[in-house]
């Protein structure tokens, strides 16, 4: 079976034009601009990145929230998606001129599913990512609102199943409860939500050491990747060192040359 | 060297500009077809819907201007991703009377799935050189390259021994596809030198300087 690589996915949260980082989405704390955080990720020849603005949505479908973006891609090559208060199918088309090649929906897949049809058609299911986030409240895992940070009244394995049908071309499934403690993943998700997906699968949420990756093991044909924010932001550990480590328990990651 | 994107409104171009620049040589925006003769390398992006870009480059290259140009064996061609299925004939994705550059007379397919492999094809896969020259080199068989698409050119199509100068598989799951080839001054890959690390660096320079 020739999958393609593990990935792991380091995550910027960007606020303004800093480098933020949140524990269960809140109380987030500025720690670094943005250009050197990217600088660096760039160096250390990541497999991916994701950048999310979670400045507050003013004006919500102004194409100018993403102006930043020009700078970025000035700096960086690798594989870009990038999320974070889209509205509207003209800020995804600025995006992907910018030098993204996904975006990233949360809001949408509740609140506007033409955006996710539209942005299909438009861009390709490959160039959009379904993202949800999920809380679980005694034993029962939720769909979650981490604008409005509440708990939505809609099921969470139906929601999987219409962002797949809308034309979704990747999920990412964040944990809310494990999001930035850093204590490991969240292995019940993982188990409750895994044989519901066809499409490619990035899971996020609290992995920050070595051992955290032994928990996903099991899952292999499951996950396609990991996202992970402040393992790369607080802790030594390098997305290469994650990427060597997996592929000692056998799974298959990236290998590329190591110069021109 | 000055190494021509073409911006038809088919793909993002600061990716290539920043790749390009990391090389060493220069990028030039190509708008309109009298800019294609400051250039000897031209390279044709691609994101979007196969029909789009389809009737996209058909304009732009009215007049067999890309005929013309590809017949100076000095200029080089190179379509990644939607840009190297636009140069076949007709795709899955696509109305069965919407025609692409057709500079080969044959048609994209979905990719097949099955489990646990997944469409899109989306992530690094490593592609298997077939038939090696000097756009694909040793030293980039057996490497990952950056793929996100749903469709390709598969292996059944035609007889790609005889048919391509150099060639290089890849699969998702048990679906094999070509994932580069060079034809005569074409050049194609399925996947995204421009984000594709130092592997990708060193294809984009073999398309340039060798």
Not at chain 2, 57 to 63: I, R, V
Not at chain 2, 140 to 160: C, E
Request: net charge neutral; charged share 20%; with cysteine.
């Amino acid at each position: 079976m020739n999958l393609p690589k593990f990935r792991i996915i380091p995550t910027i949260l960007k606020k303004g034009p800093s480098v933020v980082k949140g524990k269960n989405f809140s109380k987030s704390r500025v720690f670094s601009p943005l250009l050197p955080v990217l600088k660096v990720f760039q160096s250390r020849d990541v497999d991916e990145l994701s950048i999310i603005d979670v400045s507050p949505c003013t004006e919500t479908t102004s194409v100018n929230r993403f102006e930043w973006l020009r700078s970025v891609s000035n700096i960086i090559t690798m594989p870009l998606s990038v999320g974070g208060g889209i509205r509207h199918i003209d800020q995804i088309s600025q995006i992907i001129s910018m030098g993204a090649d996904k975006v990233i929906l949360n809001s949408a897949c509740r609140n506007n599913p033409k955006l996710l049809e539209d942005c299909a058609h438009y861009f390709g299911s490959q160039s959009l990512i379904a993202s949800i986030d999920i809380k679980t409240v005694r034993g029962k895992h939720c769909v979650y609102d981490s604008w409005e940070q509440s708990i939505v009244d809609i099921d969470l394995l139906e929601l999987i199943e219409s962002v797949q049908l809308l034309g979704a071309g990747e999920l990412l499934i964040t944990s809310v409860n494990n999001e930035g403690l850093m204590q490991g993943l969240d292995v019940p998700i993982l188990h409750y939500i895994a044989g519901k997906i066809h499409i490619p699968l990035i899971f996020q949420g609290g992995a920050s050491s070595l051992s955290h990756f032994d928990d996903i093991i099991n899952y292999r044909s499951s996950v396609n990747a990991i996202a992970a924010g402040a393992c790369f932001h607080f802790t030594p550990i390098t997305p290469l060192e994650i990427s060597s480590y997996l592929a000692s328990k056998g799974f298959s990651t990236r290998s590329t040359i190591n110069s021109v | 060297m000055d190494i021509g994107v073409l911006n038809v409104g088919t793909g993002s171009l600061s990716s290539f500009r920043t790749k390009i620049i990391s090389i060493g040589h220069k990028f030039v925006e190509i708008q309109s077809p009298s800019d294609l003769s400051t250039v000897s390398r031209l390279i044709l992006p691609g994101v979007g819907s196969f029909a789009y870009a389809a009737d996209k480059l058909n304009k732009f290259f009215s007049n067999s201007l890309l005929t013309n140009y590809l017949n100076n064996p000095n200029n080089r061609v190179l379509g990644v991703c939607l840009g190297m299925q636009v140069l076949f004939k007709n795709s899955d994705e696509a109305a069965s009377g919407v025609n692409g550059l057709t500079l080969f007379n044959c048609d994209i397919r979905k990719l097949t799935s099955d489990k646990p492999a997944r469409i899109p094809h989306v992530g690094w896969s490593t592609i298997d050189i077939q038939k090696s020259g000097h756009f694909l080199s040793e030293n980039i068989d057996g490497k990952d390259f950056y793929f996100v698409h749903s469709y390709a050119l598969l292996d059944k199509n035609l007889d790609f021994d005889q048919f391509f100068d150099e060639y290089s598989v890849s699969m998702n799951g048990l679906c094999g596809f070509i994932s580069s080839f060079r034809k005569n001054n074409i050049y194609a890959c399925q996947f995204h030198p421009e984000k594709s690390s130092l592997a990708g660096s060193f294809l984009l320079k073999k398309f340039i300087e060798s």
